[in-house]
């Protein structure tokens, strides 16, 4: 059974664009969140989405935004990226909503 | 409201010693205890979980007892390897909004 998905593995990208970080979760996982690993900072949490509904965001600016897909898949949308979005993110997928999480590889995304 | 707080690290022990994680918590109602494993340029892999108090999670020689009357949920592994060596976080889900993680705790065994 394939894990979580992430795509790309690596982005770069110069201070002031836009970034699209991807995600398919599990088979059968409808449940998708997804949190910033910045050095030093431990995991922040950025989205939950379940069913295809945002169901909660953390402290994050409106930059910072996503959507499920029917599919269950989901993208992330940074917008007018800043030096400090430097970070691995991180996608997980559970089978029902906040039951165990299963974590892909992330997505380390570079601002220059 | 829920948090978790771990150990500070980074830890150090040399191959075959005694492993344990100091994790305690705090959350209203009666949450899910994690505890994942994350490998150099890797993604966090579950380790193993505890749903209930006195529930024991175990895998790999990893285990942690969910202990409510002290909050804790404490990692230990009877004999390290050098392969142990990764970041380890504990974790918790009331069933509410969003996991909560601890800060984590980087373990480096050496030969």
């Known amino acids: 059974e394939a894990g979580v998905t992430q795509s790309p593995t690596h982005l770069i990208k110069t201070r002031g664009q836009q970034a699209t970080l991807r995600c398919s979760p599990i088979?059968?996982?409808?449940?998708v969140y997804w949190y910033q690993q910045a050095l030093g900072l431990g995991l922040q949490f950025l989205l939950w989405?379940?069913?295809?509904?945002?169901?909660n965001r953390g402290n994050f600016p409106p930059r910072f935004s996503g959507r499920q897909f029917p599919n269950y898949s989901s993208e992330l949308n940074v917008n007018a990226l800043e030096l400090e979005d430097s970070a691995l993110y991180l996608c997980?997928?559970?089978?029902?909503?906040?039951?165990?999480?299963?974590f892909g590889q992330g997505t380390r995304l570079t601002v220059v | 409201g829920n948090s978790v707080t771990q150990m500070e690290g980074p830890v150090t022990l040399s191959e075959e010693a005694f492993l344990t994680i100091n994790c305690t918590y705090t959350?209203?109602?009666?949450?899910?205890l994690f505890w994942y494993v994350q490998y150099p340029g890797e993604g966090l892999q579950l380790l193993l979980k505890?749903?209930?108090?006195?529930d024991k999670g175990s895998n790999k020689g990893f285990e942690a007892t969910y202990r409510k009357e002290t909050t804790s949920f404490h990692l230990e592994k009877g004999s390290v390897q050098v392969s142990d060596s990764a970041v380890y976080f504990c974790?918790?889900?009331?069933?509410?909004?969003?996991?909560?993680f601890g800060t984590g705790t980087s373990l480096t065994v050496i030969p």
């Open positions: 997980a997928s559970s089978l029902r909503p906040m039951t165990e999480a299963f």
């Open positions: 088979s059968g996982h409808t449940s």
């Open positions: 989405y379940d069913e295809g509904e945002e169901r």
């Open positions: 959350a209203t109602g009666y949450p899910s």
């Open positions: 505890a749903t209930k108090a006195d």
């Open positions: 974790a918790l889900t009331d069933l509410g909004n969003q996991f909560y």
